[in-house]
């Protein structure tokens, strides 16, 4: 069963990320997997100031979509300012773009990932996004 008290979402939180995913996230976050079909589709929850590290999703016609659930939070595509996401939004993520998601500093934050099928895909995690960086953040 999850720990956290104040779920910001409507799905199941979930369990701590397991460790192959939670070594390329600062902070604790937690996954439910929700379906393997159309997707697959994941619930993630983010504890207030947790974050992915820089990421590429890969494969043609592939990439990720969030679908934002709950809380406040952040997607930054490398290069570009980062945008605050509130529930009801939807981030539509190329492949072979870099960037990170994660919780507002102050909120937890909940969103659907959809992993959008193709061949040959596959994440490649890159370096943590900076307490420098973050703490600059609203
Ligand atoms: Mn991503």
Redesign the pocket.
């Known amino acids: 069963m999850s720990e956290i008290k104040n779920n910001p979402g409507c799905f199941p939180v979930g369990l701590k990320l397991p460790e192959m995913f939670s070594r390329y996230f600062t902070g604790q976050a937690y996954l439910q997997p929700l379906t393997d079909k159309g997707g697959p589709i994941s619930n993630v929850t983010f504890e207030p100031g947790c974050r992915n590290n820089w990421?590429i999703?890969h494969g043609e016609g592939g990439g990720?979509i969030l679908l934002v659930t709950g809380g406040r939070g952040w997607y930054q595509a490398w290069g570009e300012e980062p945008k605050e996401l509130h529930a009801g939004d939807v981030v539509v993520?190329p492949p072979e773009v870099k960037?990170w998601?994660g919780a507002a500093k102050d909120t937890w934050f909940s969103h659907l990932a959809v992993e959008v099928s193709c061949e040959n895909g596959g994440s490649e995690w890159c370096e943590p996004v900076t307490d420098d960086a973050y703490s600059q953040l609203p």
Do not use: N, S
């Open positions: 990421h999703h990720q993520i960037h998601h």
